[in-house]
């Protein structure tokens, strides 16, 4: 009897190339738009996305350009730890997110746009669209691969590992934004984290079995 409504959970939790295809294109969209709204704010978040909204307020890259490039070492280590359907996953899900953060701001510009929202509503949706793509064993690359590992390994919470780590990478981009916006960069962080905290739980959601 076990091992029948092992097969039933099995069988009910796997999903489709249909469902996956879905799951990653809309996630990546909403984190895109989720992007679009920081951008726009002058704001920042954590992981390897923190990184890429450094280097755009840094340098001429664009956001899409440097997260695409951030993320190309991590892909080793997904491969080796995590195995090549997450890494496949995970690199298209990074390659669209890239583009898609490039197409968003041409089809949404705000005149204006209050950081605090930018920065609760960005984080909500960001977050919405990380669960997405986690849900379907895909991840944004970087801190989000290293998260998932713990997570899967170790039964490590997600979003409380990421939620420090993001943090502090908000709080080292002080040297480059103005602190007013750090401030509410980690507001944001904070936001979207909880939507992992609350809805990622390690062994709850298994699509992969």
Known sequence: MASADTATIAKRTSHTYFEDAQALFVGSVIIALGINLFTQAGLLTGGTAGLAFLTQYATSFTFGQAFFVIN??????????????????????????SVFS?????????????????????????????LMLFRHNASLGGINILAKYMADKHGWSIGKFQMVVDTCIVIASIFIVDWELVIVSIMGAISLNIILAVNHKPGRYNPGV
């Open 102 to 130: 490039e197409w968003t701001s041409h089809f949404v510009t705000l005149e204006s746009i209050n950081s605090v929202y930018a920065a609760f509503v960005g984080g909500f949706l960001i977050g919405a669209g990380f």
């Open 72 to 97: 190309l070492p991590f892909y080793y280590l997904a491969y080796r730890t995590l195995g090549l359907e997450f890494t496949l996953k995970t690199f298209l899900s990074v390659f669209m997110v």
